[in-house]
């Protein structure tokens, strides 16, 4: 069993769904990413999705294009993200973390030595946004030999034939895009999420997460009623752009902002089931 997958057999136990914040390494510099992490952790962060920066991030919104171009201003690469998540591993042996970004880099790397320096690091999971399913199988197996779980996205008109093919090459969970558009939108039809993610649940047994709109500790409960996690990202980021040069302050306004969130969806569990 991976990381990610006894996080969330843990969380099933006690009633509990999980909480994933995104942020970009790097972002506002390297030294901030690591300790960021682990407030992140001590706030209720279950998984950790650590952005890897790139230059041409066509899923993401305004927000996180911008986290990136300052990752990048320090020279912020695949590798030095590995090394933020081996330092991370230091102190934290049990957070899963995902890594989520494009293809270019991994390719660069090469697949095979990609998926052993992230192993060797601490990885858990990989998220690779421009990589479609019918072309990820061998980084897939390189991952899967490894002990990684390749996560793969699922959009409101991926169909329910894909949808199946993806669940056979995924493991870890799915990550359903609330809507159709870029990160940090503020469009979120809980009712049709709930609905979509009910539906998505008949056809794939792994956890299904939410991510995409999440804004506010509200819209986080509402959505943990229907999903097994809820991603959030822009909302977390904001707070980095804000404070940046103040290292402290973003971890204070992070960890104020997961905590919020992580009290909201445990109130929406039955109680005998938080502990």
Known sequence: MSRIEGRFEALRQTGRKALIPYITAGDPDPDSTVPLMHAMVEAGADIIELGVP?????????????ACERALKHHVSLRRVLEMVAGFRRDNDETPV???????????????GFAAAAQQAGVDGVLTVDLPPEEAGELAGEL?????????????????ARVARIAEQASGFLYYVSFKGVTGATRLDVDAVAEKVGHL???AALPIGVGFGIRDAESAARVSRAADAVI????????????????????EKVAEELRAM?????????AAAVS
């Not at 790139?54 to 911008?66: H, K, L, N, R, T």
């Not at 270019?104 to 790397?109: L, S, T």
């Not at 899967?144 to 329910?160: A, E, N, R, V, Y």
């Open 232 to 251: 959030v990202g822009s909302a977390l980021v904001r707070h980095i752009a804000e404070a940046s040069g103040h290292p402290e302050v973003i971890r």
């Open 144 to 160: 899967k030999g490894h002990g990684i779980d390749p996560i793969f996205l699922l959009s409101p008109t991926t169909t329910d």
């Open 262 to 270: 992580r009290a909201a969806m445990d109130a929406t569990q039955p």
């Open 54 to 66: 790139f230059s041409d991030p066509m899923a993401d919104g305004p927000v996180i294009q911008a």
């Open 98 to 112: 995902l890594l989520m970004g494009y293809l270019n880099p991994i390719e660069a790397m090469g697949y095979a």
């Open 201 to 203: 649940k008949s056809i």
